[in-house]
């Protein structure tokens, strides 16, 4: 039995590097922007897509620019829509950013067609290793270790830059940020830009392991809205630690209790809720209390 | 000859009723609608438009339209159109299906792309006595204990097809696997394939039931790699079938045990891609069967200079409900409700050799079904399977592999 507990916590790793990556990217964007970003799940999708253009048209290196361009797209919407709403009520945001969900999954089923598009995992990443009791595919570790890589980057990024030190600052006083003299719109945008390609990473990862459908963003938007909650709202730690628990404690779940595998994060949400109400390790925040 | 005004110049008592007529418009619309409205035929259709099962709506769709367009839009000579709505969810499919009835005063309904969704709709068919053809969902209960008097429902009842395809799966082996989605339809070819299996002395070595929509298969698959059965009898639907044999080949157990489901899409197998399609399944309808008789040959010719791809099975599943109720109204030459019931109950379809209809006892469409397995190597981006049979054999055993509707709990009153 041990054998398959440590395969299933392996496989759980996996997906849960994946909650994290699109968790992240929620996470950053409403610490930063206050904005409740209903169409994340849509950027994770954009990014599944565009991976697979870039794929059908330049080959396999060319995939690497599907975040980039999801990221672009993101930043598109922010100058365009999202600016629009940092002085609205919350609930203005919530409904604005759904009906944008709304239109790209629209905009891709008119592109693309409602049929699911073929995509697989590269063949030089094909094949799996076997670790004595252990057994993992070659592009689920390449997807691990991706994603650690990138969060490990991703905080260096925050902690050591100076504008991860503008991000954080801004984060919780954006007012004295723009008193300093620094030009918080811009950043803003890069900001929402960022999280978007951060999505955008998990969708090109996860396209040749989920199917690539307009609505495969519904399969990605609630995990990462758990993870986000489990957390702590705007904690980096936080969403990495809540991802990789929530996508082991599925795994494991599907071994003994299968049916309820899609239902239990919702309980360890509601347990973690319970026990500590800002999530993990969620802190109090001045602007949003 | 120049009269001295410019052709600019609109006279003060012109621009007075031009100006009354623009403002009195609104109040002439309805009466103009209501015109319009009397002589166009609605037909109302029922199909999800978002979700994974979206994948096969558009084919259906894109059927139903074109069994319309081939008949120039009309039915009985007047111009005729259809009234898609969405299915959110079986509550909302019975909302949007009252919408259609009081709104849109449909004259019939087509639609019910999930098992869920056609249940609830059936239900609400016969509380507002409009008749439903259900154009896609599998549930046997759909035309055993559930059926009624203004639901057709053309799939074959998953127990029907559970009997049909078990003679080609004891050749596997009899270890198998179950993986079955946890609603309706899974739970279905769950219960009737344990019957068989067991019946037949084999064994349950694993039975999962997972939720819809699952993303990740990881964590199952590992579990059947662990159990080392026979086969895998699948029930999980569309997208969620297409993310399963991906993983499975991701994986690499394609080859190793065999996939097998009943009522797939070929949509749920073309997203899964030429490297990583596996299994043996069964499906009404296939593109490329060369046995295909001659209206289908054209529908599929037209399909494909319309939409520039081969037609899906759900194509065909779309096109022939919507053509079946089409030439009904019209057999029947009214749109009142018994009229286009009886006019389904006496359609006919296919040929002499292979004829398919809509039996009067449940309203179930008996028809054969087909084997298919995909090939060995694919080199065609359509042309994934082979048929390998076609079930039942004989024609003359399609009432008694349907079964009788009464033993089958169909107990149909009038009205």
């Given at each position: 039995?041990?054998?398959?507990?440590?395969?299933?916590?392996?496989?759980?790793?996996v997906l849960g590097g994946l909650y994290v990556l699109i968790a992240i990217g929620l996470?950053?964007?409403?610490?930063?922007?206050?904005?409740?970003?209903?169409?994340h799940g849509?950027f994770f999708a954009l990014g599944a897509?565009?991976a697979?253009?870039?794929?059908?048209?330049?080959?396999?290196?060319?995939?690497?620019?599907a975040p980039?361009?999801v990221?672009?797209?993101?930043?598109?919407?922010?100058?365009?829509?999202?600016?629009?709403?940092?002085?609205?009520?919350?609930?203005?945001?919530?409904?604005?950013?759904?009906?944008?969900?709304?239109?790209?999954?629209?905009?891709?089923?008119?592109?693309?067609?409602?049929?699911?598009?073929?995509?697989?995992?590269?063949?030089?990443?094909?094949?799996?290793?076997?670790?004595?009791?252990?057994?993992?595919?070659?592009?689920?570790?390449?997807v691990?270790?991706t994603t650690?890589?990138l969060l490990?980057?991703?905080?260096?990024?925050?902690?050591?830059?100076?504008?991860?030190?503008?991000?954080?600052?801004?984060?919780?006083?954006?007012?004295?940020?723009?008193?300093?003299?620094?030009?918080?719109?811009?950043?803003?945008?890069?900001?929402?830009?960022?999280g978007c390609a951060l999505a955008g990473v998990a969708g090109m990862l996860a396209a040749?392991l989920w199917?690539?459908?307009?609505?495969m963003s519904?399969n990605a938007i609630?995990p990462a809205?758990?993870v986000?909650?489990?957390?702590?709202?705007?904690?980096?730690?936080?969403?990495?630690?809540?991802g990789?628990?929530?996508?082991?404690?599925?795994?494991?779940?599907?071994?003994?209790?299968?049916?309820?595998?899609?239902?239990?994060?919702?309980?360890?949400?509601?347990?973690?809720?319970?026990?500590?109400?800002?999530?993990?390790?969620?802190?109090?925040?001045?602007?949003?209390? | 000859?120049?009269?001295?005004?410019?052709?600019?110049?609109?006279?003060?008592?012109?621009?007075?009723?031009?100006?009354?007529?623009?403002?009195?418009?609104?109040?002439?619309?309805?009466?103009?609608?209501?015109?319009?409205?009397?002589?166009?035929?609605?037909?109302?259709?029922?199909?999800?438009?978002?979700?994974?099962?979206?994948?096969?709506?558009?084919?259906?769709?894109?059927?139903?339209?074109?069994?319309?367009?081939?008949?120039?839009?009309?039915?009985?000579?007047?111009?005729?159109?259809?009234?898609?709505?969405?299915?959110?969810?079986?509550?909302?499919?019975?909302?949007?299906?009252?919408?259609?009835?009081?709104?849109?005063?449909?004259?019939?309904?087509?639609?019910?792309?999930?098992?869920?969704?056609?249940?609830?709709?059936?239900?609400?068919?016969?509380?507002?006595?409009?008749?439903?053809?259900?154009?896609?969902?599998?549930?046997?209960?759909?035309?055993?204990?559930?059926?009624?008097?203004?639901?057709?429902?053309?799939?074959?009842?998953?127990?029907?097809?559970?009997?049909?395809?078990?003679?080609?799966?004891?050749?596997?082996?009899?270890?198998?696997?179950?993986?079955?989605?946890?609603?309706?339809?899974?739970?279905?070819?769950?219960?009737?394939?344990?019957?068989?299996?067991?019946?037949?002395?084999?064994?349950?070595?694993?039975?999962?039931?997972?939720?819809?929509?699952?993303p990740?298969?990881?964590?199952?698959?590992?579990?059947?790699?662990?159990?080392?059965?026979?086969?895998?009898?699948?029930?999980?639907?569309?997208?969620?079938?297409?993310?399963?044999?991906?993983?499975?080949?991701?994986?690499?157990?394609?080859?190793?045990?065999?996939?097998?489901?009943?009522?797939?899409?070929?949509?749920?197998?073309?997203?899964?891609?030429?490297?990583?399609?596996?299994?043996?399944?069964?499906?009404?309808?296939?593109?490329?069967?060369?046995?295909?008789?001659?209206?289908?040959?054209?529908?599929?010719?037209?399909?494909?200079?319309?939409?520039?791809?081969?037609?899906?099975?759900?194509?065909?599943?779309?096109?022939?409900?919507?053509?079946?109720?089409?030439?009904?109204?019209?057999?029947?030459?009214?749109?009142?409700?018994?009229?286009?019931?009886?006019?389904?109950?006496?359609?006919?379809?296919?040929?002499?050799?292979?004829?398919?209809?809509?039996?009067?006892?449940?309203?179930?469409?008996?028809?054969?079904?087909?084997?298919?397995?995909?090939?060995?190597?694919?080199?065609?981006?359509?042309?994934?399977?082979?048929?390998?049979?076609?079930?039942?054999?004989?024609?003359?055993?399609?009432?008694?592999?349907?079964?009788?509707?009464?033993?089958?709990?169909?107990?149909?009153?009038?009205?």
């Amino acid at each position: 039995m041990l054998d398959v507990l440590l395969s299933q916590v392996a496989a759980g790793l996996v997906l849960g590097g994946l909650y994290v990556l699109i968790a992240i990217g929620l996470s950053i964007i409403f610490g930063l922007l206050g904005i409740v970003n209903f169409a994340h799940g849509n950027f994770f999708a954009l990014g599944a897509y565009f991976a697979l253009t870039l794929y059908q048209y330049l080959g396999w290196p060319a995939v690497l620019l599907a975040p980039v361009l999801v990221g672009v797209v993101g930043m598109a919407v922010e100058r365009t829509l999202i600016r629009q709403l940092y002085d609205k009520e919350p609930l203005v945001s919530l409904i604005v950013t759904f009906a944008l969900a709304l239109m790209i999954e629209a905009l891709l089923r008119l592109i693309y067609g409602g049929i699911g598009q073929p995509f697989n995992q590269p063949p030089f990443l094909s094949g799996i290793y076997l670790w004595g009791p252990v057994l993992i595919t070659k592009y689920r570790l390449t997807v691990f270790l991706t994603t650690i890589a990138l969060l490990i980057g991703l905080w260096a990024f925050m902690q050591f830059t100076p504008f991860g030190r503008i991000l954080r600052a801004g984060s919780r006083d954006p007012e004295m940020v723009g008193l300093l003299g620094i030009r918080l719109p811009r950043v803003l945008t890069a900001v929402f830009g960022l999280g978007c390609a951060l999505a955008g990473v998990a969708g090109m990862l996860a396209a040749p392991l989920w199917t690539v459908i307009p609505s495969m963003s519904e399969n990605a938007i609630m995990p990462a809205f758990v993870v986000v909650v489990i957390g702590g709202l705007g904690s980096f730690a936080g969403a990495v630690i809540a991802g990789l628990l929530v996508g082991v404690i599925t795994a494991l779940t599907i071994q003994f209790q299968p049916d309820a595998a899609n239902a239990v994060m919702y309980v360890f949400m509601a347990a973690v809720l319970l026990v500590r109400p800002r999530g993990l390790l969620g802190e109090r925040w001045e602007r949003f209390e | 000859m120049n009269t001295g005004k410019s052709s600019l110049v609109v006279p003060r008592r012109q621009a007075l009723l031009g100006a009354a007529a623009i403002a009195a418009a609104p109040l002439a619309r309805p009466f103009i609608g209501y015109a319009a409205a009397a002589e166009t035929i609605k037909i109302g259709l029922l199909l999800a438009k978002t979700g994974d099962i979206a994948a096969q709506t558009e084919y259906l769709a894109n059927g139903t339209y074109l069994a319309l367009e081939e008949r120039g839009n009309k039915i009985m000579g007047q111009p005729a159109e259809l009234v898609w709505l969405d299915e959110p969810s079986p509550q909302g499919s019975q909302q949007n299906m009252q919408k259609l009835v009081q709104e849109n005063k449909v004259v019939a309904i087509l639609g019910g792309s999930l098992s869920s969704n056609g249940l609830a709709e059936q239900a609400t068919a016969a509380q507002l006595k409009i008749p439903f053809v259900c154009n896609n969902a599998a549930a046997t209960d759909m035309s055993g204990k559930n059926c009624n008097h203004y639901t057709f429902r053309l799939n074959t009842p998953v127990a029907v097809q559970a009997a049909m395809f078990a003679p080609y799966l004891m050749g596997y082996g009899k270890k198998w696997y179950f993986i079955t989605a946890n609603y309706a339809f899974g739970q279905d070819i769950a219960k009737s394939f344990k019957e068989i299996l067991i019946k037949a002395g084999g064994t349950v070595v694993g039975d999962d039931s997972v939720p819809l929509n699952t993303p990740d298969y990881s964590s199952f698959i590992l579990k059947i790699r662990q159990a080392k059965p026979d086969m895998i009898l699948g029930g999980v639907p569309a997208g969620d079938l297409s993310t399963f044999l991906k993983q499975w080949n991701e994986i690499g157990m394609k080859g190793t045990i065999p996939v097998c489901e009943i009522a797939i899409g070929d949509t749920d197998i073309w997203a899964v891609g030429q490297e990583a399609a596996t299994g043996l399944y069964t499906s009404l309808w296939w593109y490329d069967n060369p046995n295909n008789p001659p209206d289908e040959k054209a529908m599929a010719a037209d399909y494909q200079k319309k939409y520039g791809k081969p037609a899906a099975d759900k194509a065909w599943m779309g096109w022939i409900a919507a053509k079946s109720l089409f030439e009904s109204i019209e057999q029947a030459k009214s749109t009142e409700t018994e009229a286009i019931i009886k006019g389904l109950e006496s359609w006919k379809g296919g040929t002499a050799a292979n004829p398919y209809y809509w039996r009067k006892g449940d309203h179930q469409m008996l028809l054969r079904n087909l084997v298919v397995q995909v090939k060995p190597k694919i080199t065609d981006k359509w042309d994934y399977f082979d048929v390998k049979g076609v079930v039942p054999q004989n024609v003359a055993d399609l009432e008694k592999v349907f079964g009788d509707p009464v033993a089958n709990g169909c107990h149909m009153t009038a009205t």
